[in-house]
């Protein structure tokens, strides 16, 4: 999950595994696979860097568990 910024100031959470794709122009339109969209704040490259940081913390995670045998 990423937080982003709608342009109200709005803090919304969103799936990042649920985004399709992000049209950024003065500001980002973020189109999920459900249809759905949302205007935030934060352009694509923002956008796209906090998905991969989420993704590395996931696998991170994820590798930890395999190595120490702790869930």
């Known amino acids: 999950?990423?937080?982003?910024?709608?342009?109200?100031?709005?803090k919304i959470t969103i799936n990042a595994d649920?985004?399709?794709?992000?049209?950024?122009?003065h500001d980002s339109t973020v189109t999920l696979k459900s249809g759905k969209r949302f205007i935030v704040k934060e352009n694509a490259e923002e956008i796209t860097n906090l998905?991969?940081?989420?993704?590395?913390?996931?696998?991170?995670?994820?590798?930890n568990i395999g190595t120490?045998?702790?869930?």
């Open 68 to 71: 120490s045998g702790k869930l």
């Open 1 to 10: 999950m990423i937080i982003l910024t709608k342009i109200d100031g709005t």
């Open 51 to 63: 998905v991969i940081d989420y993704k590395q913390k996931c696998y991170a995670n994820l590798l």
């Open 18 to 25: 649920e985004i399709e794709f992000v049209e950024t122009s």
